[in-house]
């Protein structure tokens, strides 16, 4: 199995690729680094198109040994690595190689944006998550670094998994399993509710105050 980790080459993406790579060294499995080369050309004249393909091209070239030599440095901690430069917008691009045969899952960093500029733009990884059909996680920056003592020992991966009537959440729950078999692991599902709501559906307003335990209980068998 592959494992796929979004690049930018810079600290930003630092944490997502340390997690990749613990998660890939604990499961066995090759990790791929990609890193989208983006140029959007047609946007001026052409003698400035013409001057700069030369600048393009030696920037990707750049690039591109950036990304070899980040390649070559988690293969020296003894992981299998394949290196990825695609000519395609960002998330695009991740999504393209996230749906080969036999990914199993998409690791992606955070960028900080002001709440305008997400509306305007949206965010790379909630675009990755809509254009892939596997799963997708996201590594947030500045939180503490655990799975490098994790991928080295032999205690359960601890997981939460957020569990609803949704598609969504049976895919979730079937990709968990299907990692169970591969690792230890440590799964709290969780369910949230509205108490007004569930007692609607389940028929319950006519003892609305005391059925709140009710509720939660039949709630907790489904669980």
């Not at 990884?125 to 596997?134: H, I, K, N």
């Not at 997981?159 to 169970?180: E, F, N, Y």
């Not at 949230?192 to 319950?204: K, W």
Request: aromatic share 4%; proline share 4%; net charge neutral.
């Amino acid at each position: 199995m592959r494992i796929v980790v979004a690049t930018d080459l810079e600290a930003a993406s630092a944490r997502a690729v340390e997690l990749a790579a613990a998660m890939a060294r604990r499961l066995g499995d090759t990790l791929v680094l990609v890193h989208a080369f983006e140029w959007r050309s047609g946007a001026y004249g052409m003698s400035f198109e013409t001057m700069m393909s030369e600048v393009t091209e030696r920037a990707r070239g750049f690039t591109e040994t950036r990304l070899r030599n980040a390649a070559a440095a988690l293969r020296d901690t003894g992981l299998t690595v394949e290196e990825k430069l695609l000519d395609a917008p960002v998330a695009e691009a991740i999504a393209e190689v996230g749906n080969e045969a036999g990914v199993r899952l998409i690791v992606l960093g955070t960028h900080a944006h002001s709440a305008p500029a997400r509306l305007v733009l949206g965010s790379v990884s909630e675009r990755v998550a809509m254009l892939s059909a596997r799963p997708v996680l996201v590594a947030k920056a500045g939180l503490p670094v655990h799975q490098a003592a994790w991928s080295n020992e032999p205690r359960p991966l601890r997981i939460a998994v957020a569990i609803d009537a949704s598609t969504a959440s049976h895919a979730a729950v079937a990709w968990v399993r299907d990692l169970m078999r591969a690792i230890p692991c440590e799964i709290t599902a969780m369910h949230a509710y509205h108490p007004a709501d569930e007692a609607a559906r389940l028929g319950m307003w006519s003892a609305f105050r005391d059925a709140d335990d009710a509720v939660a209980g039949m709630l907790m068998r489904k669980l």
